[in-house]
């Protein structure tokens, strides 16, 4: 399977407030990327599921990555697997 990079965006409950979030992750399609969001919000702010909103997941190209780490990951022509 081929990674791709998907930006997420949604809101997120941060104490009596709502807070808008974009997050661009690596996943191999729509719904891991949306497990990954989860999973690194809610670890990240000590957040459930039910505080997590997503509203949007599309896949993105390489001209459209602001994350300078995934810009270097898309450049690897191949991962190494010790």
Request: no cysteine; charged share 35%; hydrophobic share 40%.
């Amino acid at each position: 399977m081929q990674v791709r990079i998907y930006r997420v965006i949604g809101h997120m409950r941060i104490g009596t407030q709502w807070r808008k979030f974009t997050i661009e992750v690596p996943a191999t399609k729509p719904s891991e990327a949306i497990e990954k969001v989860y999973s690194d919000l809610g670890s990240r702010h000590k957040l459930g599921r039910s505080l997590i909103r997503i509203e949007e997941v599309k896949e993105i190209g390489k001209d459209e990555i602001r994350r300078t780490e995934l810009l270097q990951l898309m450049s690897l022509e191949s991962l190494i697997k010790w």
